[in-house]
């Protein structure tokens, strides 16, 4: 054994000195590419990107939480039943909002009644019987799926909830698919369901819809709804944005890995289209390309170049049409903005004389500098935000380039200006 041994370890020798040996023999860890599974450079967690996570705050929407309140304000008595309508573009909150609302509603007032969450997308479940079969296999798992019409349906959710003691709260998402099928018919047999009855109070119901929906209810329908039980949500700004994307930084990446720049960019970026999903995709795709460049931060570059199909793109002519000296400042912005996530006018005036004496261009005033920078602005090519100093000498404003990659920018500049 101890011959055979040997004359394999030969063997092997021979192999690895001719170069034949496979990684194996070698020694190698052969499956070493796998090391990085399960180890993140920058994702720590990657729940918060999904798109039915709902977290304990909801950012930028405050005052539509005090709407509902208002609306669901006697809610806590045994014998009232709400009604709201929730309405908006896609990516608005609504379905995040309802979430957090029924969610915090059972956690502060369940000692005083037992609520029932029942959530129904309409989108996949959009017919009447889909929709019962939905609420009342949520209520008793056991319920037969078949063999029973709408009516006996409706008659068994509403002994199962006086049996448990439990009010249903009922969140009918994208309602509209419902409606082009039902017209409403669902909708009034749930807001009549206690009629003739002794008890009250069995269902509340949130409704929830891109269209003004109830526009499409009809008269008997939007009388027992209530008009004025409506909430209209306005896409997110900017600003609103940003802090979506640092909430979901924060409980999914590791601390200092995204800063704060490139989340003002997630903000810019996704502001085109007011979409928090925009800008969650946005983070996401931004971490897993950063990652898999190997890096354990997150740049700008990485959301531009996530973000270069959203909204606006900086057309060849724009630039073309620019002066020299406008194209000059560009570059000289560029330049400062490959490394870093904003520049000061200060630094920019300096960065474009330096870039002057580069071209052998004699540099315009601070004036005409000013002027150049505010039409580079009109023209979406960087964006100005002001900001006090923590000096107290008045404030600084800084110039960023969410809308181009200022990296695949500098290049055509510069083919532009060496031509001139």
């Known amino acids: 054994m101890a011959k055979n041994g040997e004359s394999w370890g030969r063997t092997v020798q021979n192999r690895i000195v001719s170069g034949l040996a496979s990684g194996e023999e070698k020694g190698e860890n052969v499956t070493g590419y796998l090391d990085r599974i399960g180890a993140g450079l920058i994702l720590s967690n990657a729940e918060p990107f999904s798109y039915d996570y709902v977290p304990d705050l909801i950012v930028g929407r405050d005052s539509q939480l005090s709407q509902l309140a208002a609306i669901f304000q006697q809610i806590d008595d045994h014998s009232v039943s709400c009604r709201v309508a929730i309405t908006g573009n896609v990516g608005c909150g609504k379905t995040v909002l309802s979430h957090v609302f029924s969610r915090d509603l059972q956690r502060h007032l369940g000692s005083r009644r037992d609520f029932k969450i029942v959530h129904v997308n309409c989108r996949n479940h959009p017919s009447k019987s889909q929709v019962l079969q939905r609420i009342v296999t949520s209520l008793d798992s056991r319920h037969p799926e078949r063999g029973f019409g709408s009516g006996e349906i409706l008659q068994s959710i509403r002994k199962q909830l006086q049996s448990s003691r439990e009010h249903l709260i009922l969140i009918l998402d994208e309602v509209d698919h419902l409606l082009r099928a039902d017209k409403g018919d669902l909708l009034y047999q749930l807001l009549r369901i206690d009629e003739g009855r002794e008890s009250r109070g069995t269902i509340s119901l949130i409704i929830i819809s891109q269209e003004q929906v109830?526009?499409?209810?009809?008269?008997?329908?939007?009388?027992?709804?209530?008009?004025?039980?409506?909430?209209?949500?306005?896409?997110?700004?900017?600003?609103?944005?940003?802090?979506?994307?640092?909430?979901?930084?924060?409980?999914?990446?590791?601390?200092?890995?995204?800063?704060?720049?490139?989340?003002?960019t997630i903000g810019q970026r996704a502001s085109e289209t007011g979409d928090a999903r925009v800008a969650i995709e946005l983070l996401e795709n931004s971490v897993k390309q950063a990652e898999k460049a190997g890096r354990a931060e997150v740049l700008s570059d990485d959301v531009r170049w996530q973000s270069r199909e959203i909204g606006r793109t900086v057309e060849p002519n724009v630039i073309d049409d620019l002066n020299k000296h406008a194209q000059t400042i560009l570059l000289a912005l560029c330049r400062r903005l490959r490394k870093e996530d904003e520049v000061t006018t200060g630094d920019g005036e300096k960065l474009y004389h330096v870039i002057c004496e580069e071209y052998e261009f004699e540099p315009r005033s601070h004036t005409t500098f000013w002027k150049h920078l505010k039409r580079l602005e009109a023209l979406e090519l960087i964006e100005a935000r002001t900001d006090s100093r923590t000096d107290g000498r008045g404030r600084t404003q800084y110039l960023s380039m969410p809308a181009a990659l200022p990296g695949s920018l500098e290049k055509r500049l510069e083919n532009t200006l060496g031509k001139s």
């Open 214 to 264: 109830l526009d499409q209810l009809e008269g008997a329908v939007l009388s027992r709804f209530g008009r004025s039980n409506h909430i209209r949500l306005e896409p997110y700004d900017a600003s609103e944005l940003e802090a979506i994307a640092k909430q979901r930084a924060k409980l999914a990446c590791k601390e200092g890995t995204v800063p704060d720049g490139v989340l003002r």
